[in-house]
């Protein structure tokens, strides 16, 4: 089953807002990627992150690996229409054989 | 590049009839995973292959779900006999290697009735 507890489990947010998620894990993990994925898509990487503290930003987006390497957050600033969808976070430890475990999905839903 | 490509794009079939499910991965990405998504169960991983050979089936089903990758450009997922509750979005995604981020097809949504 899955490890990974993602919240919120959905997000109404206006137009403009900045939106927030995060993800935990009972695990240490090596990686930490996020994915969105659109109505009748698969998911699309977003961002990747391979080291402990490590901070990255992919326009408006911003994530960040968790000190502890247990968890991870997901920034979205000014948000738009286009940002609605479900975002995931996925990480995998140093004995999954590269196997990502995914968690359950923050749903976005941007109104105007 | 045309991405991970999946066939076909929506499979409607009958109890008790088998269903395969087409993947062609990226070219030049060695590892190729099969998962499974439902709104119960999110996204569930059903096999890994790496350069070809299965690495870990351990999150397939049961024995009605068998995958092959008979070469570095074509996978296939076979479900014989198929069931309602396999009803779901099935993605293929490739990686260029274990450590990197997946690059997903747009999945096969199944419905068997």
């Known amino acids: 089953g899955q490890q990974l507890n993602q919240s919120p489990q959905s997000m109404f947010i206006q137009e403009g807002e900045d939106v927030s998620m995060n993800c935990t894990s009972s695990?240490?993990?090596?990686?930490w990627l996020w994915y969105k994925q659109e109505p009748g898509e698969g998911p699309v990487l977003l961002i990747a992150?391979?080291?402990?503290?490590e901070l990255t930003s992919n326009g408006r987006l911003t994530a960040q690996f968790g000190i502890t390497r247990k968890d991870s957050f997901l920034n979205i600033s000014a948000s738009i229409p286009s940002d609605v969808g479900i975002y995931f976070c996925?990480?995998?430890?140093?004995?999954?054989?590269?196997?990502?475990?995914f968690g359950a999905g923050t749903q976005v839903v941007v109104t105007p | 590049d045309a991405g991970v490509i999946q066939s076909p794009r929506h499979e409607v079939t009958e109890m008790g009839q088998e269903v395969t499910l087409r993947c062609k991965p990226i070219?030049?990405?060695?590892?190729l995973f099969w998962y499974r998504q439902t709104m119960m169960r999110g996204l569930e991983l059903l096999i890994y292959?790496?350069?070809?050979?299965?690495?870990?089936d351990s999150g397939m089903p049961e024995d009605r779900f068998s995958a092959k990758m008979p070469n570095a450009s074509f996978s296939t997922l076979k479900i014989q006999p198929s069931e309602p509750r396999d009803s779901a979005v099935y993605f293929c995604?490739?990686?260029?290697?274990?450590?990197?981020?997946?690059?997903f097809g747009s999945g096969t949504r199944l419905t068997v009735v």
């Open positions: 992150l391979y080291k402990a503290g």
């Open positions: 070219s030049g990405h060695n590892s």
């Open positions: 695990s240490i993990f090596n990686t």
């Open positions: 996925a990480g995998r430890t140093t004995d999954s054989w590269g196997k990502l475990q």
């Open positions: 995604a490739s990686s260029i290697g274990a450590d990197y981020g997946y690059t």
């Open positions: 292959f790496n350069n070809n050979v299965p690495i870990d």
